[in-house]
């Protein structure tokens, strides 16, 4: 009985000792710290990179060259008027204006007509014309006294042109004369009404790099 409690003992000794031995061979580990961070900056997190903001493209405005103004023609040259090449006239009669080419060459001023008649009226002699001009929307019929006739040499002419003459008063700007009108056939010709140097004489300067300034 002895032996038996003395066995127990000495076993339950060995087994405390043999757990005293473990307990002091074990290393308690501490609980793992907060990482610190590095110098490095290594563990902090990565900042997000802002957004690149869109590259604007700037369009270049095309020059804009201005536009020269042209040079203003001068209404008189030592009290004379200064007309154009082409002008509109008002003739008396009808009462209506017309296109009309200004030309310095020719000696008389013409209008277009047809269908002339002669005739006599108070023992006088009188003519009756129609301007029915291709740029005119209206046939026009006039009578006026016969004034005299000339004749024309015209250059694809090989025989001088016999033309009856009438009165009749041109305006042109600012300028009105009453003067001689030859009635010819224009339809084929740009303008019905031609106007020649005796309606210009000491009045007007052509510019014939100009039209329609007369004033």
């Not at 405390?16 to 473990?22: C, P, R």
């Not at 369009?59 to 209404?75: E, F, I, L, N, Q």
């Not at 277009?112 to 002699?125: C, K, L, P, W, Y």
Request: hydrophobic share 40%; proline share 8%.
């Amino acid at each position: 009985m002895t032996h038996s409690l003395y066995r127990l003992i000495s076993a339950r000794l060995q087994i405390a000792l043999s757990l005293l031995f473990l307990l002091s061979a074990c290393t308690i580990n501490p609980e793992k710290q907060d990482a610190k961070p590095s110098i490095n900056g290594d563990n902090f997190p990565t900042a997000a990179k802002p957004p690149a903001c869109p590259v604007v493209q700037t369009k270049a405005c095309p020059s804009v060259k201005p536009r020269s103004c042209p040079a203003s023609p001068a209404a008189k040259i030592a009290d004379k008027l200064v007309i154009g090449e082409i002008e509109k006239v008002l003739v008396d009669p009808p009462q209506q204006t017309f296109m009309a080419r200004i030309d310095t060459g020719a000696a008389g001023t013409s209008i277009h007509a047809s269908n002339i008649v002669a005739f006599e009226r108070d023992g006088r002699d009188w003519v009756r014309f129609q301007i029915d001009h291709p740029s005119i929307e209206t046939p026009i019929i006039i009578e006026r006294p016969l004034a005299r006739t000339v004749l024309i040499k015209q250059a694809s002419a090989e025989t001088p042109e016999r033309r009856l003459v009438v009165k009749m008063t041109i305006t042109l700007g600012s300028m009105t004369e009453q003067i001689d009108v030859s009635l010819s056939e224009r339809a084929t010709m740009t303008y019905p009404v031609l106007i020649g140097r005796n309606f210009l004489r000491n009045l007007a300067i052509v510019d014939v790099s100009q039209r329609l300034i007369a004033k």
